[in-house]
T-cell receptor
Framework: KAGVTQTPRYLIKTRGQQVTLSCSPI?????VSWYQQTPGQGLQFLFE???????NKGNFPGRFSGRQFSNSRSEMNVSTLELGDSALYLC???????????????FGPGTRLTVL | DAKTTQPPSMDCAEGRAANLPCNHS???????VYWYRQIHSQGPQYIIH???NNETNEMASLIITEDRKSSTLILPHATLRDTAVYYC????????FGAGTTVTVRA
C-alpha cells in the first residue's frame, strides 16, 4: 500500500506571496492532519480534516487554511507569507474518524517551505 | 501543550537494548500512549502504542506502569539506523509533540 505523499517536496517563496501544499493520504484513510515543524517551536498541529470537514484546529492564524476533497486528498494554503512561516509542513493520514480517540497517524515526507 | 516529560538525549551502544523513559502523570483514562520517531528531516514514523497493557511489535516493546503515569519504550537491539528523535505522546484528537529524546546509537 502506498504511503502518504506530499507535493511539492521543496518550495521557495517570498514574503507576501501565498502557497498551496498538497497531500494524498494512504488509500482508504479518510482523516488528514497537518503539522508545522520549525526548529524553535517543534512539531505543532495545524488542523485535521475528515470527510471534507475540518474537525479540529490548532492555534494558528487565519492565514493558514485547508480543505479536503471527496477523494480524501487535502490541500493547505498559507496566504501573505511571513519569514516565520519557513518550516517543514507535514501531512498525516489515519483510518479512523477524527475528533474521536486518536488513531495511528502515518506521516508523509513533508514539504520544506522557505520564505525569503 | 505536551503532556509528557522525556530526557532530552541519551546514547546507546549498537546491539544493546535502548530503554527510553517517559513520564505522563496527568494521563486520563481513555488516553493512549503513542511513540513515534523522526529521523533527520523525514516525517515522523509510528512505532507503537498502548493503553494499559504492555505491547510488543516488530520494532519495539512498550511497558506501561500499572498507574499509567509513566512508560518505557524498549528497542531490543539498537542499530545505527535507530538514531533519531523519539517522541512519547499522550493522545487525544491530535498528536501533541514535545521536544522528544534524541537517541544516538554509537558503534
Amino acid at each position: 500500500k502506498a504511503g502518504v505523499t506530499q507535493t511539492p517536496r521543496y518550495l521557495i517563496k517570498t514574503r507576501g506571496q501565498q502557497v498551496t501544499l498538497s497531500c494524498s493520504p494512504i488509500s482508504g484513510h479518510r482523516s488528514v492532519s497537518w503539522y508545522q515543524q520549525t526548529p524553535g517551536q517543534g512539531l505543532q498541529f495545524l488542523f485535521e480534516y475528515f470527510s471534507e470537514t475540518q474537525r479540529n484546529k490548532g492555534n494558528f492564524p487565519g492565514r493558514f487554511s485547508g480543505r479536503q476533497f471527496s477523494n480524501s486528498r487535502s490541500e493547505m494554503n498559507v496566504s501573505t507569507l511571513e519569514l516565520g512561516d519557513s518550516a517543514l509542513y507535514l501531512c498525516a493520514s489515519s483510518g479512523l474518524a477524527g475528533g474521536m480517540i486518536a488513531d495511528t497517524q502515518y506521516f508523509g515526507p513533508g514539504t520544506r517551505l522557505t520564505v525569503l | 501543550d505536551a503532556k509528557t516529560t522525556q530526557p532530552p538525549s541519551m546514547d546507546c551502544a549498537e546491539g544493546r537494548a535502548a530503554n527510553l523513559p517517559c513520564n505522563h502523570s496527568t494521563i486520563s483514562g481513555n488516553e493512549y500512549v503513542y511513540w513515534y520517531r523522526q529521523i533527520h528531516s523525514q516525517g515522523p514514523q509510528y512505532i507503537i502504542h498502548g493503553l494499559k497493557n504492555n505491547e510488543t511489535n516488530e520494532m519495539a516493546s512498550l511497558i506501561i506502569t500499572e498507574d499509567r503515569k509513566s512508560s518505557t519504550l524498549i528497542l531490543p537491539h539498537a542499530t545505527l539506523r535507530d538514531t533519531a528523535v523519539y517522541y512519547c505522546i499522550v493522545s487525544d484528537y491530535k498528536l501533541s509533540f514535545g521536544a522528544g529524546t534524541t537517541v544516538t546509537v554509537r558503534a
